[in-house]
């Protein structure tokens, strides 16, 4: 069993940032890639920034350049820096991780609960 936890969010004026970060607990081997996604009211589950284990990291294009990603794989967490958030960005983030969580088992996705991000004035 695998959970994922977050934390950060809450409310922010247009302009601002926040800083989400996500930790993953549990039976844990190895954990591949980590990511933010996000949900908007009325609006399907969109990918935000995943990074793999060496470092590598992919962005939405409505994101790059304002949000960064980054992980420790020591302390198995990911963390989200948001830089001038606007109210677009409004939405529950939600931590993704691929873990294996012992050797020889198939790697399966979990998800965190959930955190929301409100940018408003």
């Known amino acids: 069993q695998v959970q994922l936890v977050e934390s950060g969010g809450g409310l922010v004026q247009p302009g601002g940032s926040l800083r989400l970060s996500c930790a993953a607990s549990?039976?844990?081997?190895?954990?591949?890639?980590m990511g933010w996604y996000r949900q908007a009211p009325g609006k399907q589950r969109e990918l935000v920034a995943v990074?793999?284990?060496?470092?590598?990291?992919n962005y939405a294009d409505s994101v790059k350049g304002r949000f960064t990603i980054s992980r420790d794989n020591a302390k198995n967490t990911v963390s989200l820096q948001m830089n001038s958030l606007q109210p677009e960005d409004t939405a529950v983030y939600y931590c993704?991780?691929?873990?294996?969580?012992?050797?020889?088992?198939?790697?399966?996705?979990?998800w965190g609960q959930g955190i929301l991000v409100t940018v408003s004035s």
């Open positions: 990074i793999n284990r060496g470092g590598g990291s």
């Open positions: 993704n991780a691929e873990i294996q969580s012992m050797p020889g088992i198939s790697r399966s996705y979990a």
């Open positions: 549990g039976r844990i081997f190895i954990i591949y890639e």
